[in-house]
């Protein structure tokens, strides 16, 4: 299974100029694996956490992964700033939703 970010994040090859990107990766994944694309920059942005893309992100794969959403909130509560562990735990749960 990928997850796939909807923004494109180049890799430092392709900044460098040592790769180009792929064009038509999506369409590529589509047609080879079973592929989830999550719309997690527009989300992170509605929630007013536009760094928070990739706990979106990660709440996507949680759901495939194998393990418990109580543990994974578990990690959030205890790894991330206290400050930020609101956010990231809102964040972790839209990526989850938008998974199905």
């Known amino acids: 299974m990928v997850i796939v970010n909807d923004w494109r994040i180049d890799p430092i090859t392709v900044v460098t100029g040592m790769a180009s990107y792929p064009e038509g990766i999506l369409d590529t994944l589509k047609a080879s694996r079973n592929t ?3 719309e997690a920059t527009e989300e992170a942005k509605k929630l007013g956490a536009p760094k928070a893309f990739n706990i979106i992100v990660l709440g996507a794969g949680a ?15 205890t790894t991330v700033p206290p400050k930020t562990v609101d ?3 809102k964040a972790f749960e839209i990526g989850y939703a938008l998974s199905i």
């Open 36 to 38: 989830i694309v999550v």
């Open 63 to 77: 759901r495939h992964m194998g393990f418990e959403k109580d543990d994974w909130i578990r990690v959030i509560e």
């Open 87 to 89: 956010v990231n735990k």
